[in-house]
């Protein structure tokens, strides 16, 4: 039959003839046939399957042998055995390698007609070593795919044990050195299959043996981290990822980024040929892996690697986001990527030339995914155009790309951006002695303190969370390095956009700290307050003089910066409700903070009067006599008679204390709160602020008119409304009698909004003197304060309250001035916590709203029922709830947390001696009222953060880069300590029973409240 077979392939007769007489040579084989006859047929029709000189001759061979082999299956075991295999494996067939595919898919076929054969158990031993060896031999993909297909069919030849480990590890490095020549589409799809194949082999390995697992990894690892120059590992090793437990991420990069043993420059190339991986078609969860790595290597500080990889492969990402299959991938990749390069624009911008084609590119390709991936991108680009704005040439027309697409709100920004810092990553793949501080989930930057300088702290955060006031200072545009106000801008540019958790001020302590300020000691932070409101208007006239000469010089104080975007210079544009003289020379500080006050005298014998305009920054409100000595804290010890105390005297620490005052009086202090009467509130302090006093007997006033002491009325009028209203309360207080001075504990309440009685002034009747002076700041040089100007005199305290109502209302009905109910809406709280002056900790309450901020209108025709006597009064404003939870912050030096009004509104009743000190109000705009009136914002409002200019930008980039690398060599440095010494930790426990500003036995109470505060009595 053998014969008559070869015969019939080597003839010349037609194709049909042929295959008729192939039929019958098949139907044969169920007859009776010798040993010799069968292995006769079964030598001819393998050479026939593997040297068959075309397909015809191919297909002969393998429908005759399978024919035989089924009906004559002992006569197949014997020709079919280890030792042919094994030659077959070894030496190949002919002409043909052992290497060639053939040779294993002519294996394959006759395994299947074996498989029941007590024989092929021997067959399978010979060719787990053959395979094993063959796959040493790295193999060409074609090769392999056929070994894998094997290997499906019959998992029985698959290597077991340790042989098992080895063969995986080396069919992931043959993987590793896959080479694609493919030049047309169908071809590369071939290859891609033929990756595919075996990495579903490896795949039932590692569900069949989960010991291969994890060895398999280790080697993917040590060849993707190989720095060998002459070895680029192929991107097919990305069809394995989808094939490796998720599970199992949070496991292996710990491994990866705690192993000491891998080196830097070993990572950086794993994760950028990780990166590579992104552009393999059909591999899943790749972007999922690179990202968790991106992140692990954040937790343990490994920042050099993070700017290094990120830098060098952002602009790869980016371009795998025109290709559809595996754009989603990329794009998961390069918003991380991107998101959390925040210390410097550089990674954004080598990608922004390539924004606007890829936009075009989405909106006209047609799929229908394109849509909802233009939202996703267009939503990455606003972040970073608003963590990098101050670029317009850059911007302008990426904005007008996407103009018509939808806008992510400034708070999503910013949670954004605050959830991708590289510090702000969860530090969980790091041990406990390498974790590091994260930043504040506020996102707010905290102060160092530096000694004492809890008073410098929390007036700078106050001072930052005055959103119109900063994004001023932020848009100045100043020459000189040296000015306080150029400090200040770099002070608030850091605060906004450094990485640090927290920031040291020491140039700025150094360049604002009032010449009689004892180095390291506290201080009194309104009195610093005052000093820096001060030097800052000054040196800003001075430039204003120096630079009056100048023709066309820009003002000190610019608004924003010329190149600006169309949306931005839309956005930026300044509100202007106020008609402003042509040339506005006022300063910065005057147009936020400065407002003025008129103090009038009226002679009550001839009716003549004397005023006289002051400019002012702040309010300082003494507390009225007869409720402090009704509600003053009980003294037991050196002072029994509170009502003696001479208030408003003393402004926190503007005069010297006496030697061991401050701890006498603590040590003798007891608090007992009276709980009878009502809590005094901010408008009583101000109403009693604005109230007549009367001028008789020894204080009685000198009339020009009358030539002679008369008794006289002396008033005093708000006629100019600040934009920041700052206002002061007296708490520290001087005692005549015992020469000590003490802290008026008396807890008041701070309504969250307030309207102040504004005078819109006229032209006098008559002037006595009249003058205008710059703004003045209260120094312990200058005359006593305008609180102690104004405190009545001890015969006016006799007089019924209702005559003064009766006074103020008389004085409206005669029409001297109207007066307007200004909004005004609480904006921060600084809180004094301890007993005196010179002792204690300064802590801050804040929020940031800006003057186009709606305020609370009162109802309709409400002032008109009231009356006049009713708008010259202080009044409160009920809260609208707009307050929100996460709207309110506690700054306390290095630390920052969300709280609530309530808590800064409680605060005195939960711990005594934590009181508010220094209240920050920003002025309102209500809707439909005039501007003559005062009421609306003055034209001082920006309703955006303004771009950071280049060299504020540098600044920040410079130390964001320094900080990085601070943290990365803490880290290491903790981590090569680690094995060596071991360290306890006390956790930091709450704050919820102990005051926020606690400082040890001199602050409110005792302790606990920040940090590093043990063994210190003062911040």
Same mark, same amino acid.
């Given at each position: 039959?053998?014969?008559?077979?070869?015969?019939?392939?080597?003839?010349?007769?037609?194709?049909?003839?042929?295959?008729?007489?192939?039929?019958?040579?098949?139907?044969?084989?169920?007859?009776?046939?010798?040993?010799?006859?069968?292995?006769?047929?079964?030598?001819?029709?393998?050479?026939?399957?593997?040297?068959?000189?075309?397909?015809?001759?191919?297909?002969?061979?393998?429908?005759?042998?399978?024919?035989?082999?089924?009906?004559?299956?002992?006569?197949?075991?014997?020709?079919?055995?280890?030792?042919?295999?094994?030659?077959?494996?070894?030496?190949?067939?002919?002409?043909?390698?052992?290497?060639?595919?053939?040779?294993?898919?002519?294996?394959?076929?006759?395994?299947?007609?074996?498989?029941?054969?007590?024989?092929?158990?021997?067959?399978?031993?010979?060719?787990?070593?053959?395979?094993?060896?063959?796959?040493?031999?790295?193999?060409?993909?074609?090769?392999?795919?056929?070994?894998?297909?094997?290997?499906?069919?019959?998992?029985?030849?698959?290597?077991?044990?340790?042989?098992?480990?080895?063969?995986?590890?080396?069919?992931?490095?043959?993987?590793?050195?896959?080479?694609?020549?493919?030049?047309?589409?169908?071809?590369?799809?071939?290859?891609?299959?033929?990756?595919?194949?075996?990495?579903?082999?490896?795949?039932?390995?590692?569900?069949?043996?989960?010991?291969?697992?994890?060895?398999?990894?280790?080697?993917?690892?040590?060849?993707?981290?190989?720095?060998?120059?002459?070895?680029?590992?192929?991107?097919?090793?990305?069809?394995?990822?989808?094939?490796?437990?998720?599970?199992?991420?949070?496991?292996?990069?710990?491994?990866?980024?705690?192993?000491?043993?891998?080196?830097?420059?070993?990572?950086?190339?794993?994760?950028?040929?990780?990166?590579?991986?992104?552009?393999?078609?059909?591999?899943?969860?790749?972007?999922?892996?690179?990202?968790?790595?991106?992140?692990?290597?954040?937790?343990?500080?490994?920042?050099?690697?993070?700017?290094?990889?990120?830098?060098?492969?952002?602009?790869?990402?980016?371009?795998?986001?025109?290709?559809?299959?595996?754009?989603?991938?990329?794009?998961?990749?390069?918003?991380?990527?991107?998101?959390?390069?925040?210390?410097?624009?550089?990674?954004?911008?080598?990608?922004?030339?390539?924004?606007?084609?890829?936009?075009?590119?989405?909106?006209?390709?047609?799929?229908?995914?394109?849509?909802?991936?233009?939202?996703?991108?267009?939503?990455?680009?606003?972040?970073?155009?608003?963590?990098?704005?101050?670029?317009?040439?850059?911007?302008?027309?990426?904005?007008?790309?996407?103009?018509?697409?939808?806008?992510?709100?400034?708070?999503?920004?910013?949670?954004?951006?605050?959830?991708?810092?590289?510090?702000?990553?969860?530090?969980?793949?790091?041990?406990?002695?390498?974790?590091?501080?994260?930043?504040?989930?506020?996102?707010?930057?905290?102060?160092?303190?530096?000694?004492?300088?809890?008073?410098?702290?929390?007036?700078?955060?106050?001072?930052?969370?005055?959103?119109?006031?900063?994004?001023?200072?932020?848009?100045?545009?100043?020459?000189?390095?040296?000015?306080?106000?150029?400090?200040?801008?770099?002070?608030?540019?850091?605060?906004?956009?450094?990485?640090?958790?927290?920031?040291?001020?020491?140039?700025?302590?150094?360049?604002?700290?009032?010449?009689?300020?004892?180095?390291?000691?506290?201080?009194?932070?309104?009195?610093?307050?005052?000093?820096?409101?001060?030097?800052?208007?000054?040196?800003?006239?001075?430039?204003?003089?120096?630079?009056?000469?100048?023709?066309?010089?820009?003002?000190?104080?610019?608004?924003?910066?010329?190149?600006?975007?169309?949306?931005?210079?839309?956005?930026?544009?300044?509100?202007?409700?106020?008609?402003?003289?042509?040339?506005?020379?006022?300063?910065?500080?005057?147009?936020?903070?400065?407002?003025?006050?008129?103090?009038?005298?009226?002679?009550?014998?001839?009716?003549?009067?004397?005023?006289?305009?002051?400019?002012?920054?702040?309010?300082?409100?003494?507390?009225?006599?007869?409720?402090?000595?009704?509600?003053?804290?009980?003294?037991?010890?050196?002072?029994?008679?509170?009502?003696?105390?001479?208030?408003?005297?003393?402004?926190?620490?503007?005069?010297?204390?006496?030697?061991?005052?401050?701890?006498?009086?603590?040590?003798?202090?007891?608090?007992?709160?009276?709980?009878?009467?009502?809590?005094?509130?901010?408008?009583?302090?101000?109403?009693?602020?604005?109230?007549?006093?009367?001028?008789?007997?020894?204080?009685?006033?000198?009339?020009?008119?009358?030539?002679?002491?008369?008794?006289?009325?002396?008033?005093?009028?708000?006629?100019?409304?600040?934009?920041?209203?700052?206002?002061?309360?007296?708490?520290?207080?001087?005692?005549?009698?015992?020469?000590?001075?003490?802290?008026?504990?008396?807890?008041?309440?701070?309504?969250?909004?307030?309207?102040?009685?504004?005078? !819109?002034?006229?032209? *006098?009747?008559?002037?006595?003197?009249?003058?205008? #002076?710059? %703004?003045? =700041?209260? @120094?312990?040089? +200058? &005359?006593?304060?305008?609180?102690?100007?104004?405190?009545?005199?001890?015969?006016?305290?006799?007089?019924?309250?209702?005559?003064?109502?009766?006074?103020?209302?008389?004085?409206?009905? !005669?029409?001297?001035? *109207?007066?307007?109910?200004?909004?005004?809406?609480? #904006?921060? %709280?600084? =809180?004094? @916590?301890?007993? +005196? &002056?010179?002792?204690?900790?300064?802590?801050?309450?804040?929020?940031?709203?800006?003057?186009?901020?709606?305020?609370?209108?009162?109802?309709?025709?409400?002032?008109?029922?009231?009356?006049?006597?009713?708008?010259?009064?202080?009044?409160?404003?009920?809260?609208?709830?707009?307050?929100?939870?996460?709207?309110?912050?506690?700054?306390?030096?290095?630390?920052?947390?969300?709280?609530?009004?309530?808590?800064?509104?409680?605060?005195?009743?939960?711990?005594?001696?934590?009181?508010?000190?220094?209240?920050?109000?920003?002025?309102?705009?209500?809707?439909?009222?005039?501007?003559?009136?005062?009421?609306?914002?003055?034209?001082?409002?920006?309703?955006?953060?303004?771009?950071?200019?280049?060299?504020?930008?540098?600044?920040?980039?410079?130390?964001?880069?320094?900080?990085?690398?601070?943290?990365?060599?803490?880290?290491?440095?903790?981590?090569?300590?680690?094995?060596?010494?071991?360290?306890?930790?006390?956790?930091?426990?709450?704050?919820?029973?102990?005051?926020?500003?606690?400082?040890?036995?001199?602050?409110?109470?005792?302790?606990?409240?920040?940090?590093?505060?043990?063994?210190?009595?003062?911040?």
């Amino acid at each position: 039959m053998d014969k008559i077979l070869e015969g019939l392939v080597s003839s010349d007769h037609s194709v049909p003839v042929k295959k008729a007489i192939v039929k019958k040579v098949v139907e044969a084989a169920e007859n009776e046939a010798t040993e010799e006859q069968c292995r006769a047929l079964f030598t001819l029709t393998t050479r026939l399957i593997l040297l068959g000189e075309d397909a015809f001759q191919k297909q002969i061979g393998v429908q005759v042998l399978d024919a035989y082999a089924r009906y004559h299956r002992p006569e197949f075991e014997l020709f079919f055995n280890k030792d042919f295999v094994l030659s077959l494996l070894q030496q190949g067939y002919g002409q043909l390698d052992h290497r060639d595919p053939f040779i294993i898919d002519y294996i394959h076929c006759c395994l299947r007609l074996l498989i029941s054969c007590p024989s092929v158990l021997e067959t399978f031993s010979v060719i787990q070593v053959e395979f094993l060896r063959m796959v040493c031999e790295r193999p060409e993909p074609a090769l392999c795919a056929r070994l894998s297909t094997l290997l499906l069919d019959f998992m029985q030849c698959t290597p077991r044990g340790k042989s098992g480990v080895l063969f995986c590890q080396q069919l992931v490095r043959t993987i590793s050195c896959f080479q694609c020549f493919a030049s047309q589409e169908q071809e590369l799809r071939e290859y891609v299959g033929q990756v595919m194949k075996v990495s579903t082999l490896l795949q039932n390995i590692w569900k069949a043996e989960p010991a291969t697992l994890l060895p398999s990894l280790q080697e993917v690892f040590a060849i993707i981290s190989s720095t060998d120059p002459s070895f680029d590992p192929s991107i097919a090793l990305a069809s394995l990822v989808q094939h490796i437990p998720i599970q199992m991420i949070t496991v292996l990069i710990k491994s990866l980024t705690t192993d000491q043993n891998v080196r830097d420059a070993s990572m950086t190339k794993a994760l950028c040929r990780m990166i590579d991986w992104l552009s393999w078609p059909l591999a899943q969860h790749v972007d999922t892996w690179v990202v968790a790595l991106l992140k692990g290597l954040a937790a343990v500080q490994k920042f050099t690697i993070l700017i290094d990889v990120t830098l060098l492969k952002i602009e790869l990402v980016f371009n795998r986001l025109w290709y559809p299959i595996v754009r989603q991938g990329a794009l998961a990749v390069l918003s991380h990527m991107l998101l959390s390069f925040q210390h410097s624009p550089e990674a954004f911008h080598l990608v922004v030339p390539r924004v606007v084609n890829l936009v075009e590119s989405l909106r006209t390709d047609g799929l229908p995914t394109s849509k909802a991936f233009l939202l996703q991108f267009t939503e990455l680009m606003h972040c970073m155009m608003y963590q990098y704005s101050g670029f317009p040439d850059l911007y302008d027309h990426i904005l007008e790309a996407i103009k018509d697409l939808p806008k992510p709100s400034e708070e999503k920004i910013k949670l954004v951006l605050n959830q991708s810092a590289w510090t702000s990553q969860s530090n969980s793949f790091a041990s406990s002695l390498s974790k590091q501080a994260g930043k504040s989930e506020t996102g707010k930057t905290g102060l160092i303190n530096l000694g004492n300088t809890c008073y410098m702290n929390s007036i700078i955060q106050t001072l930052f969370m005055a959103t119109d006031f900063r994004r001023h200072v932020l848009s100045l545009h100043l020459n000189s390095s040296n000015t306080l106000m150029k400090k200040i801008q770099l002070l608030f540019a850091f605060l906004a956009h450094t990485q640090r958790v927290a920031y040291a001020p020491r140039n700025f302590l150094e360049a604002s700290r009032p010449p009689w300020f004892n180095v390291s000691s506290q201080q009194d932070c309104s009195e610093y307050l005052r000093f820096l409101l001060d030097r800052l208007h000054e040196e800003e006239k001075t430039l204003q003089v120096l630079e009056s000469s100048k023709p066309k010089v820009p003002s000190l104080v610019g608004c924003s910066s010329k190149e600006t975007s169309s949306e931005e210079r839309q956005e930026s544009r300044l509100i202007e409700t106020e008609t402003k003289p042509a040339d506005d020379q006022r300063t910065l500080i005057e147009k936020m903070f400065g407002g003025k006050l008129i103090t009038g005298i009226r002679c009550m014998q001839c009716n003549c009067i004397s005023e006289k305009e002051e400019p002012f920054t702040d309010l300082s409100l003494a507390f009225c006599p007869a409720a402090s000595s009704q509600k003053s804290p009980k003294f037991q010890g050196p002072s029994e008679e509170p009502k003696l105390l001479c208030q408003g005297a003393v402004n926190g620490g503007s005069e010297a204390p006496e030697p061991g005052s401050a701890s006498s009086l603590a040590s003798n202090f007891h608090y007992e709160p009276d709980t009878n009467e009502p809590p005094l509130s901010v408008p009583d302090l101000v109403n009693y602020f604005l109230a007549p006093e009367i001028l008789d007997e020894d204080n009685a006033y000198f009339c020009e008119k009358c030539a002679s002491l008369q008794r006289a009325e002396r008033t005093l009028k708000l006629v100019s409304a600040p934009e920041y209203l700052i206002l002061t309360l007296l708490r520290f207080s001087y005692d005549a009698k015992c020469h000590t001075r003490r802290k008026i504990l008396d807890n008041v309440t701070i309504p969250p909004a307030l309207r102040l009685p504004v005078h !819109v002034p006229t032209p *006098p009747a008559q002037w006595s003197s009249a003058s205008s #002076s710059p %703004v003045q =700041v209260d @120094s312990p040089e +200058s &005359s006593e304060n305008l609180a102690k100007k104004l405190k009545p005199s001890q015969g006016d305290e006799k007089e019924d309250g209702t005559q003064r109502i009766d006074e103020v209302q008389e004085v409206n009905r !005669v029409g001297d001035t *109207p007066v307007h109910s200004v909004p005004y809406m609480l #904006s921060s %709280v600084v =809180v004094h @916590s301890g007993v +005196s &002056s010179e002792s204690g900790h300064y802590y801050s309450y804040g929020r940031n709203i800006s003057g186009a901020d709606p305020a609370n209108p009162s109802p309709d025709g409400e002032d008109v029922e009231k009356g006049a006597a009713a708008r010259s009064l202080c009044t409160p404003e009920l809260s609208d709830g707009r307050q929100e939870e996460n709207e309110w912050l506690l700054f306390n030096d290095s630390r920052v947390t969300f709280t609530s009004l309530q808590s800064a509104q409680n605060i005195t009743k939960r711990f005594p001696k934590d009181t508010a000190y220094v209240l920050m109000y920003r002025k309102q705009e209500v809707p439909g009222e005039h501007s003559n009136g005062g009421v609306k914002a003055s034209g001082m409002s920006l309703s955006v953060e303004p771009p950071l200019q280049k060299e504020l930008l540098d600044a920040i980039i410079k130390d964001n880069k320094l900080y990085l690398q601070e943290q990365e060599l803490n880290a290491r440095t903790q981590a090569l300590q680690a094995s060596s010494s071991s360290c306890s930790f006390r956790p930091n426990g709450s704050d919820d029973n102990n005051p926020p500003g606690s400082c040890g036995p001199s602050g409110g109470g005792g302790g606990g409240g920040g940090f590093n505060t043990i063994s210190r009595l003062v911040f």
